[in-house]
């Protein structure tokens, strides 16, 4: 396992992608992997038995169980039974090791260092890594000698510590202005002549004269570093130092009440030490630390009624916090000299905005998040053996709790691009001249505390109907009600609510709104009938009288509960033969998702809670324009009808045993996707809006549906997406010190977004290959025990030459679909970029494909030469991406040290054959005078990991 991480061995199973080649990546996240289609907040881990996820963007893990602790990784994918539900995609459930009536251990380190690796693809030089992974385990029995459990029969206990030290560089690549364009000076620049914005004409000698900068633009630029790079994919490389440095510890104690009754418990503790060097954007130039602690606990008792009767209750609480600790001095105003008047002043860093350039990389502020989470389970599952017949019922509570910020952006977000109405068609131009598309700022931080309580019933039976036939039938509820805000700081817009004549005055030339017209909160709603107490003193809205006719009826949760969330499942196996030999295995089952806490997070920084202002096509020296004014605040919008996502899974295979203790599998396995998230722009202007006078020189938010507001972004459950496969695997059972596994995916996913349409209005030109998609996947594992010396009785050639192991795990797996983008507002609707207009399929042969030019860059259309106010041709993700293959071997050497210990040595090769795996393509149409793709258009720009190698030594007893 690359990393030591238990969750790589998802990868060993058909229908199973990895959308990141960063192994230590997956300690954590659970969204480096994805299976059968399914998008990845839908996977649920667990811990025997217990939930071991963080419930507020079902995204990330609490905690990662050391690998030496783990007896035994099982994984549900496809139609599994009722028994297991609370997620609609797969779930992964780590059984931990537990003591015996025999003592038992290991002791171990791995290490690796960069003296012994190679240099990624665009690095310099080999990246920095120091990674020491060391621990112990021990387990046993607990008992006084000849007073107490001297039969070594009622309690024995299981620990584990293990200490990780990741100290790991990464190189990025990225796209930085030179000295001369810094200066204004694009005689040799590949950027387009700046053309002066106040007459439309060329600056002379394609420069813009440095008495026309603007006071604060350029000194926006004075963090990002010169070019150091001339090779493909940008002239600007960055190799930092990330540390990731996990402690854990994890104990177990089993105990026998009696033949009966046992009881368990389990404690497993992780403190992470987190640095990322990359946080605040891919140029390294914020650093920013992530501490975070976690535990996941449990107590479980078993009792058997009778040889046909069993119960077993389980109690367990997982708990994370996040603390986010950005290092970004370097953004300071005062240090860089940045004066320009900030709007709503409640920058809490001191920090210049985010700043955002097409085509070239830029920077923010860094991670602030502050979150504490917590989930109670309670389970009562009862089985019953009647005749042919297997019986299982139960009830599962789960209770959670989630306090977070809601992170406003207090420093604001500068972007600059070709479509500003003041653009000189070159971007660092504009930012010299100060000349942005949008700026936005949000007011001071907030909390928001989520809860929701989830009950599930289920029922399942396991009939043996004959010596052929097996069949299981099962069905489970889930009862969710709709997510709360303890605080009460959550509002919505409701379109019902929305009176036009009350919609305030705003400006056609800025987009601001004129004082005093209208109402500031107009369709706007607070959930339940009025603050809790809780509110008073945290929230100032709360003390507001004013603003209770904002609480309008609406029930306390942020969406109505739904009552019919019913999953039938049902499964056979046929052996039509009666050998053995051959076995038909299908079944199909509704599986309901559960929405993420973070639902409320957003809409919790609505007004009044939060004003965000929005200025566009302005400068950056004054944003206000010289005068204080309010700007139309971004919504986010929950309706009151959300339905819950819901995934129809079906498998049908055949399993046959063949010669040389063969197996083949081959089987389909689909499902549809309903319900799934998406986010609409209500507010949205129509394609074509801005085409012609007057509306074209009308600033958008004057031409808005709602007045008033800027963007009102509705988080809406109306994605939908589908996966087919042909999955195949062949393995051969260990023989003579031999095993082997190969599976190969073919698949297809299809869905009609994969997060956020082009047009709110019609999405149906979004839908084409989800993001989740990869057609081909293969992945192949072995393991070779060598047979030479490994029972000679020459004690030297025996430990010499005996006891050697090979092993390993080669994967192929094909790219990620890509949209190919133009950075225009091509179907006038305010927007800073849309898909491209292709006039060909962008997709080249591999033969022709190269590190400056992966596709067809010719196949898009320059914006001025596409129809403008339409959206272009080109569909979404049309363009498939570099793929990745990598082989991961090891040779393990195994010397016995007596007749119950056994020292293991380990050297692994990860990326034996140093094969670059390019992992992101630039797929930003940029053009010159002439019409010609210019940049890093269409080159490859980041790569996988190079050959790493890990030696560890290991004693087992």
Do not use: C
Not at 852 to 865: G, H, V, Y
Not at 881 to 905: T, Y
């Amino acid at each position: 396992m690359n990393g030591r991480n238990y969750s790589q061995l998802l990868r060993l199973i058909p229908g199973a992608v990895a959308t990141t080649l960063d192994p230590f990546g997956l300690a954590l996240s659970t969204t480096g992997q994805r299976i059968n289609g399914i998008r990845t907040d839908s996977i649920s881990f667990n811990i025997d038995g217990a939930e071991n996820m963080d419930n507020g963007g079902n995204s990330n893990a609490a905690v990662n169980p050391s690998a030496d602790a783990i007896a035994e990784v099982k994984i549900l994918t496809s139609g599994y039974s009722a028994e297991f539900g609370g997620r609609s995609g797969a779930l992964i459930n780590v059984i931990t090791k537990s003591g015996t009536q025999r003592f038992h251990g290991t002791m171990f380190e791995f290490v690796r260092n960069d003296f012994f690796d190679a240099r990624s693809f665009f690095a310099r030089q080999v990246d920095p890594l120091r990674f020491n992974d060391f621990g112990y385990t021990l387990g046993g029995p607990v008992y006084v000698p000849k007073k107490w459990n001297v039969d070594k029969q009622k309690l024995f206990f299981f620990v584990s510590q293990e200490w990780k030290y990741s100290h790991i560089g990464s190189t990025r690549v990225n796209n930085v202005a030179t000295a001369a364009e810094r200066a204004g000076n694009f005689t040799g620049s590949t950027l387009p002549a700046p053309i002066d914005p106040l007459n439309n004409q060329p600056f002379a000698n394609r420069t813009v004269p440095a008495s026309r900068f603007s006071r604060d633009g350029p000194k926006l630029l004075n963090p990002i570093p010169l070019p150091n790079f001339g090779g493909p994919g940008g002239n600007y490389v960055a190799t930092r130092v990330s540390q990731t440095d996990p402690r854990e510890l994890l104990m177990r104690f089993d105990y026998n009440l009696s033949a009966k009754t046992q009881l368990n418990y389990r404690w497993v503790h992780d403190q992470w030490d987190i640095l990322d060097a990359f946080q605040g954007g891919s140029l390294g130039i914020v650093p920013g630390g992530r501490p975070r602690p976690a535990y996941v606990t449990g107590l479980g008792l078993s009792h058997v009624f009778s040889p046909t009767m069993l119960n077993h209750i389980s109690m367990s609480l997982s708990h994370d916090i996040i603390v986010g600790n950005p290092q970004n001095n370097s953004l300071k105003r005062s240090t860089l000299g940045v004066t320009f008047p900030e709007l709503l002043g409640g920058n809490r860093f001191g920090i210049v905005p985010d700043l955002s350039m097409t085509g070239f990389a830029g920077y923010n502020g860094g991670d602030r998040i502050k979150k504490n989470n917590s989930i109670f389970m309670w389970k009562d599952d009862f089985s019953k053996v009647w005749g042919s017949h297997s019986l299982k019922a139960g009830v599962h509570f789960t209770r959670s709790r989630t306090d977070e910020n809601i992170r406003f952006n207090d420093q604001g977000a500068v972007s600059f691009t070709p479509a500003a109405r003041l653009s000189t068609r070159n971007v660092i131009a504009d930012v010299l001249l100060g000349n942005f598309q949008n700026y936005t700022e949000s007011g001071a931080d907030a909390d928001y505390w989520g809860r929701f309580n989830q009950v599930d019933f289920y029922f399942q039976d396991n009939w043996k109907v004959s010596r052929k036939l097996t069949m299981e039938m099962g069905v489970r509820y889930n009862y969710l009600p709709a997510f709360t805000n303890a605080l009460g700081n959550t509002s919505t817009f409701a379109p019902s609510l929305f009176d036009p004549k009350k919609a305030p005055q705003v400006s056609a030339a800025d987009g601001s709104i004129t004082p005093g017209s209208g109402d500031s909160y107009n369709g706007l709603a607070f959930f339940g009938s009025s603050f809790p107490d809780k509110a008073i003193g945290r929230i100032p809205a709360a003390s507001d009288p004013s603003l209770k006719r904002l609480f309008v009826g609406f029930s306390s949760g942020a969406y109505n509960t739904n009552h019919y969330d019913i999953g039938p499942r049902f499964g056979f196996a046929y052996d039509p033969f009666a050998t053995g030999r051959t076995a038909i295995r299908g079944g199909f089952g509704m599986f309901y998702d559960r929405t993420p806490t973070n639902v409320l997070i957003n809409p919790s920084g609505n007004p009044p809670f939060n004003v965000t202002a929005s200025i566009f096509d302005g400068n950056i020296d004054n944003p206000t324009g010289g005068t204080q004014r309010d700007f139309p605040s971004n919504l986010s919008m929950l309706p009151r009808d959300l339905n819950t996502p819901s995934v129809i899974s079906y498998n049908l295979g055949v399993q046959q045993q063949l010669p040389f203790k063969i197996i083949l599998d081959v089987g389909y396995v689909g499902n549809l996707v309903k319900h799934i998230s998406r986010t609409i722009n209500i507010n949205q202007l129509r394609v074509g809006t801005r085409l012609n006078a007057p509306a074209s020189t009308v600033n958008q938010n004057a031409l808005r549906p709602y007045l008033g507001y800027a963007n009102i972004n509705m988080r809406d459950h109306g994605d939908n997406s589908n996966y087919n496969s042909l999955q195949s695997t062949i393995s051969r059972r260990v023989a003579s010190g031999f095993s082997i596994t190969a599976n190969y995916t073919w698949s297809r996913a299809i869905d009609s977004s994969s997060g956020t349409p082009q047009d709110s209005y019609n999405a149906r030109p979004d839908y084409g290959l989800s993001s989740v998609h990869r057609a081909h996947l293969l992945n192949v594992n072995y393991i070779y025990e060598l047979p030479f010396f490994k029972k000679s009785s020459h004690a030297i050639l025996k430990n010499a030459l005996g006891g050697w192991e090979f092993a390993g795990v080669t994967t192929y797996q094909s790219g990620a679909p890509n949209s190919i983008i133009v950075t225009s507002d091509v179907g006038r609707i305010g927007a800073s970029s849309s898909r491209a207009s292709l006039l060909s399929n962008p997709n080249i042969t591999a033969g022709e494909r190269t590190l400056t030019r992966w596709f067809n860059t010719d196949s898009a259309l320059p914006p001025e030469r596409m129809v403008q106010g339409v959206f272009g041709n080109g569909g979404r993700n049309v363009l498939i991406g570099p793929g990745f293959s990598q082989w991961d071997v090891s040779a393990i050497k195994n010397v016995d040290v007596g007749e119950r210990a056994r020292l293991q040595f380990r050297a692994e090769s990860f990326n034996l054959t140093n094969h670059p795996s390019f992992t992101s393509i630039d797929t930003t149409a940029r053009f010159d005078a002439a019409g010609k793709p210019t940049g890093t258009y269409g080159a490859v720009t980041a790569a996988g990991p190079s050959r790493v190698l890990e030696f560890g030594l290991k004693l087992i007893f």
